[in-house]
Structures are given as C-alpha cells and as structure tokens.
C-alpha cells in the first residue's frame, strides 16, 4: 500500500509503464482500463522492529511480525492509511487482509514456539477461557501432540475440525506419527488432558482472532472504499491460521472471504471469491500442464491447438508471474492477463473432457475460468 513502494516490475499489467510507480499511477492506469483496484493491507507490518508491535512466541522471543490485538499496530494501521487521504479512490473496490499466517509457527531443537503469547493476546485469551493459560502451565507441552520440528520445516496435524473430540484428536495424532500407538487415549490420562487443552485453546484463538480482525476492518473501512475482505487458508489447513472455516461462516468478520481455489469451501453461501497463491494454484497447474502437454503433441500429428496453446501459456504466465494475489472470477482481466474467449462453459468443458481431466472440484475452477473468458468475449475486452 505504500504510494512509493508499488512493486509492478513483475506485472503485466504495467510492462508498458516506466518505473519507478506510485499508487496515482497504478489507480490511473486501473481506471484507464475500466479495471477495479484491491488494496492488499499485510497486517504483519513486515518487518517491525518496536516490541511494542511484535508477537512473541510461547518461551518470551519476539519476532518481527506485528500482532493484530497490540494497540500499537492498529495505531500504525490507521497512520498508515492516513496517506490515502489525498489519492483518489474511485478505481478501489475494496481492501483484502491475509489472514492466514497471523500467528507464524517456530521451531527450535525440537521444541515448538507457537505464536502469539504477548501480554496482549494472554489477555484476550483469559477473557474468552480464564482458566487457560493456568492450566497450560500444568501440562508437558500440549503443542506436541499436533505440531513437530522436522528440522526444514513443521509438520502438523493436517485437519482439525471444530468438533474434534479429545479422543478424534489423539488419533490424528497417532495417525501423523506424533505420538505412539500404544498411547493412552482414555480420559483422565495426560495425553488426553493435552487434547482437551488444544482444543479449549483453539477455540479460545479462533474468537480472539475473529475479534481482531473485525476490529481492523473497522479501521479500515472509513479510509478505504468498498468491501473488506479477508483471504485466509480454509479447510484443511484452517486451524493452523488461528480459525475454524465452520465457525468463521457463523460470524464472518468482513464483508467476503477470498478462498483457495482447491479449498474444500466450493459450497459455502459465504460471499466469497477465489484467489491463486501457493496451495491455491495446485488444481490449475494441473490443468495447465495437461494443457500443455495436448498443445506440444498436437492431435495425431496434425497443427498444435492455437488455443490451447494461448490457454497454456497464459495460465502458465499466471503462476509464474511474482505478483500478489489474483482474484478469481470477478477479475476479468485477471491481472491484466487476457485468457481467449470461449462462447461458453460447455465449449470449455468440452476442451477439458477431450484432455481427459476429470471434471470434479478442478473442474469447478475450470468453469469459472469459462464465465471469466465468457464476460471477457461479451465486453469485447480481449485482446
């Protein structure tokens, strides 16, 4: 959001435009091409150096990752969008919020350091279970039954559902290797005092995190026009993000959710849309390697697909290009990416079943994709 710091280098939408660009210059050229702008607000203020704003992990080490209940980073939220209050908006749909890495996961010699456990968040947390930090000090390490150091990264318990039982949870433990199998899953054991402290836990984060993120969009809404949303990690993923997809559609605290496309999320009534970083990319790289590979080897020896050949290239672009999310389908641009047109989804869908890609939750991205090329054909804006 910075008016000076627009990394555009990488974005095809501005290949034409001298650097360096401000955000006039990008809001200019948006609204040159009847394009709507979404302003990404990091609420981890990379990188902050103040202890006033940093989270601080289990064992009391700060790191330079700003937490969202500290009052200092909402201060610096709204000096921050202080300097929007002379640029012109009007190209602005709204702004986005990450909230899938608010709480940052460490590890060090095996011991794992979750976040955040500044004074901050241990009150919030004794507000919503008042009992929970206490009892959490009577307990060897309850973070071991769900999460482990594997030296290049932390592995964890890949799905925790907002109804897990004590038990379902040390099974999942014993399903992932965590703990062994003749683990004592009976009540009153201490493995079992130990899933039913994560899971109060949990919960107890899931509230304080929806909290701060509805007290952000407060902040945010009078200096930005348009919706708040927040993009986030959703199902199966969701509780290492501090939330509960399920409980989040009860009492969601923005306008709309940006979700992974390959998400188990398809079905929610939830406004939401759909953007393509990381994990989110994997159905349509799928898609487009397959696309790939029918436009090198052409249909029993005859010319390559045109295309499919353009299909492939400009998906390919997309995953490759390092811009920041991209929103699916409501962009028709896509970033400034044009895709060729198909008069319909069934056209589309007839490329995909000739390709052999089977038609499930890839192909629910793949119909999208059809409406985005079908609103691009009926506006005459592809090139």
Same mark, same amino acid.
């Not at 602005?92 to 350091?113: H, Q, T």
């Not at 973070?143 to 799905?159: A, P, T």
């Given at each position: 959001?910075?008016?000076?710091?627009?990394?555009?280098?990488?974005?095809?939408?501005?290949?034409?435009?001298?650097?360096?660009?401000?955000?006039?210059?990008?809001?200019?050229?948006?609204?040159?091409?009847?394009?709507?702008?979404?302003?990404?607000?990091?609420?981890?203020?990379?990188?902050?150096?103040?202890?006033?704003?940093?989270?601080?992990?289990?064992?009391?080490?700060?790191?330079?990752?700003?937490?969202?209940?500290?009052?200092?980073?909402?201060?610096?939220?709204?000096?921050?969008?202080?300097?929007?209050?002379?640029?012109?908006?009007?190209?602005?749909?709204?702004?986005?919020?990450?909230?899938?890495?608010?709480?940052?996961?460490?590890?060090?010699?095996?011991?794992?350091?979750?976040?955040?456990?500044?004074?901050?968040?241990?009150?919030?947390?004794?507000?919503?279970?008042?009992?929970?930090?206490?009892?959490?000090?009577?307990?060897?390490?309850?973070?071991?039954?769900?999460?482990?150091?594997?030296?290049?990264?932390?592995?964890?318990?890949?799905?925790?559902?907002?109804?897990?039982?004590?038990?379902?949870?040390?099974?999942?433990?014993?399903?992932?290797?965590?703990?062994?199998?003749?683990?004592?899953?009976?009540?009153?054991?201490?493995?079992?005092?130990?899933?039913?402290?994560?899971?109060?836990?949990?919960?107890?984060?899931?509230?304080?995190?929806?909290?701060?993120?509805?007290?952000?969009?407060?902040?945010?809404?009078?200096?930005?026009?348009?919706?708040?949303?927040?993009?986030?990690?959703?199902?199966?993923?969701?509780?290492?993000?501090?939330?509960?997809?399920?409980?989040?559609?009860?009492?969601?605290?923005?306008?709309?959710?940006?979700?992974?496309?390959?998400?188990?999320?398809?079905?929610?009534?939830?406004?939401?849309?759909?953007?393509?970083?990381?994990?989110?990319?994997?159905?349509?790289?799928?898609?487009?390697?397959?696309?790939?590979?029918? /436009?090198? #080897? @052409?249909? &029993?020896?005859?010319?390559?697909?045109? !295309? $499919?050949?353009? +299909? %492939?290239?400009?998906?390919?672009?997309?995953?490759?290009?390092?811009?920041?999310?991209?929103?699916?389908?409501?962009?028709?641009?896509?970033?400034?990416?044009?895709?060729?047109?198909?008069?319909?989804?069934?056209?589309?869908?007839?490329?995909? /079943?000739? #390709? @052999?890609? &089977?038609?499930?939750?890839?192909?629910? !991205? $793949?119909?999208? +994709? %059809?409406?985005?090329?079908?609103?691009?054909?009926?506006?005459?804006?592809?090139?």
């Amino acid at each position: 959001m910075s008016r000076r710091g627009l990394n555009v280098q990488n974005d095809r939408l501005f290949h034409s435009s001298p650097a360096p660009f401000t955000l006039e210059d990008a809001l200019e050229v948006a609204e040159s091409r009847s394009l709507k702008v979404w302003l990404s607000i990091d609420p981890s203020l990379p990188p902050v150096d103040s202890t006033l704003l940093q989270i601080r992990n289990l064992y009391g080490s700060n790191s330079r990752h700003a937490c969202i209940n500290a009052p200092a980073t909402r201060a610096c939220l709204e000096l921050i969008l202080e300097t929007l209050s002379d640029v012109e908006l009007a190209s602005v749909a709204g702004s986005i919020l990450y909230i899938g890495d608010l709480w940052p996961l460490g590890a060090s010699g095996n011991i794992i350091r979750p976040n955040c456990f500044c004074r901050f968040c241990n009150l919030e947390l004794t507000a919503v279970d008042p009992e929970l930090l206490s009892d959490m000090d009577k307990l060897p390490s309850p973070f071991s039954l769900v999460l482990r150091d594997e030296g290049d990264g932390i592995n964890h318990v890949s799905q925790i559902a907002s109804d897990v039982t004590p038990e379902g949870l040390l099974l999942a433990a014993i399903g992932r290797g965590f703990i062994p199998t003749e683990t004592d899953v009976s009540e009153g054991a201490v493995e079992y005092q130990q899933a039913e402290w994560i899971i109060r836990y949990l919960h107890a984060r899931h509230i304080t995190t929806t909290r701060a993120v509805g007290a952000l969009s407060e902040i945010i809404r009078p200096a930005i026009p348009g919706s708040v949303a927040a993009a986030l990690t959703a199902v199966p993923y969701d509780w290492t993000g501090g939330t509960f997809w399920d409980l989040l559609v009860e009492d969601f605290p923005v306008d709309e959710a940006w979700l992974e496309g390959n998400s188990d999320t398809w079905d929610t009534e939830l406004p939401h849309r759909f953007y393509m970083l990381d994990r989110g990319r994997y159905y349509l790289e799928g898609l487009a390697e397959a696309l790939e590979a029918r /436009a090198a #080897l @052409g249909d &029993e020896g005859k010319s390559r697909d045109p !295309v $499919v050949v353009s +299909l %492939a290239a400009n998906l390919y672009g997309m995953f490759q290009t390092p811009v920041s999310l991209r929103l699916m389908p409501q962009s028709p641009a896509l970033n400034g990416v044009v895709l060729p047109p198909f008069n319909n989804r069934e056209d589309l869908k007839a490329y995909v /079943a000739d #390709l @052999g890609v &089977e038609m499930g939750r890839p192909g629910q !991205v $793949v119909e999208r +994709l %059809a409406e985005v090329m079908a609103a691009l054909d009926a506006e005459g804006t592809q090139g």
